[in-house]
């Protein structure tokens, strides 16, 4: 049996497993390596896709994160916030396209006026739901307390990437201070968790500085964890963050895209049963790259919901696809697109992670 057939029949793949699975080049092996994860897909998952809407709340941070467009040092960006009236209308506008789960992104803020704006758009979007949409929340490091408010206001999953679990790595694409601690965003993922959420993190991948060994200890990492969901994507650059000076020390952009499908399939490897996001950022850099992660072991899909008047002063990163409008006639074509790759989109589900169901069943 050759090298890849041998470590794919394992039950458990050691660290240099992972990084022989993360380095494959060759294109036979690299399809050997998809099949697989997506086989395990269909035995845990089945051919579900899960979809969430993405509602982009604000472009406001008080954080400068070297390599995010919108840190709060930009001051390029247009800042917003959307009304609450026209985020409850977005929610509407997601239960008539048939979603049955949103999610709440923004850049971060942790004043009272945000905090409690949070929890009060938690409780309307369940008042005017029904049934009520199950909600994501993705906006950052916030205490233990807040985070169980917002879950006893009625959100369910929470969304917070480590975006490396090596130190080194993390201390040099963040600014050097307090509000920027690598132990403090652990601390938080672990409050997320303990506050009640199905929890979910992630991480970037080519970062500069970011070896195949740091991806193969993140992967490990995140399944210590033992989170119920990954979000995790490509690092594109910006233009207007200091990481850019880097920009020349990345892997070439179709490299960094194979190897996050790499990273997808070998997640979905050796976490069966977590829910596993297709990100924008694939999107980015190939058309229909949500479809290829969802080809190699990615089961959830976040198409975007963000009135468009707001897109262009969100961008991450550069090229970061927002002119499209989610319509009734995209999502029909969104539909065929799935169903040729073999897939559904499973309208009648919440699509909580089993993950999630299972560890809850056990306490
Ligand atoms: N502010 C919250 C936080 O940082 O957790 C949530 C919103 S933040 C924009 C969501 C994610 O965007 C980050 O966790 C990061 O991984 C990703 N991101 C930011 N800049 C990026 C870039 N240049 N390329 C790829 N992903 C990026
Ligand atoms: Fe702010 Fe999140 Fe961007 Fe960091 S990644 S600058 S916290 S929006």
Not at 46 to 60: A, D, F, P, T
Not at 82 to 101: G, H, R, T, W
Not at 197 to 212: A, E, K, Y
Request: aromatic share 8%; proline share 3%.
């Amino acid at each position: 049996m050759n090298g890849i057939a041998n470590i794919l029949n394992k039950k458990e793949f050691s660290k240099e497993d992972i990084i022989y699975l993360l380095s494959v080049k060759n294109k036979d092996d690299q399809s050997l390596l998809f099949q697989k994860a997506f086989e395990v897909k269909l035995k845990n998952i089945g051919k579900n896709v899960y979809l969430r809407g993405l509602i982009e709340l604000s472009n406001q941070c008080k954080k400068n994160c070297l390599y995010c467009g919108i840190r709060g040092g930009n001051e390029k960006v247009n800042r917003y916030a959307i009304p609450d009236d026209e985020v409850i209308e977005v929610a509407k506008y997601a239960q008539k396209l048939n979603f049955n789960s949103i999610v709440f992104q923004s850049g971060e803020r942790s004043d009272s006026a945000f905090v409690e704006r949070i929890s009060n758009l938690i409780k309307k979007v369940k008042e005017v739901t029904n049934p009520k949409l199950r909600l994501t929340l993705s906006v950052g490091e916030q205490s233990f307390e807040t985070y169980k408010n917002w879950f006893n206001a009625g959100a369910e999953r929470y969304l917070l990437r480590i975006e490396s679990s090596n130190k080194n790595v993390y201390n040099k694409i963040h600014p050097n201070d307090e509000l920027h601690s690598y132990d403090i965003r652990l601390k938080s993922l672990e409050n997320v968790k303990k506050a009640g959420f199905q929890t979910g993190t992630g991480i970037m991948i080519g970062l500069p500085f970011q070896t195949v060994e740091d991806l193969a200890d993140d992967l490990l990492y995140i399944k210590k964890l033992a989170v119920d969901m990954v979000g995790m994507g490509p690092y594109i650059e910006h233009a207007d963050t200091p990481l850019y000076q880097q920009k020349d020390n990345l892997l070439p952009i179709q490299e960094r895209l194979e190897l996050a499908l790499r990273m997808i399939s070998v997640l979905r490897l050796i976490a069966p049963t977590i829910n596993i996001v297709s990100t924008t950022a694939l999107e980015t850099i190939a058309a229909n790259g949500r479809e290829f992660g969802l080809k190699v072991g990615a089961n959830v899909i976040m198409p975007n919901l963000t009135p468009l008047k707001y897109r262009e002063s969100y961008l991450l990163y550069d090229n970061k696809p927002y002119l499209n409008e989610v319509t009734e006639e995209s999502m029909k074509e969104l539909t065929s697109s799935i169903r040729s790759i073999g897939q559904e989109i499973a309208w009648d589900e919440f699509g909580d992670s089993i993950h999630y169901l299972q560890r809850n069943k056990k306490n």
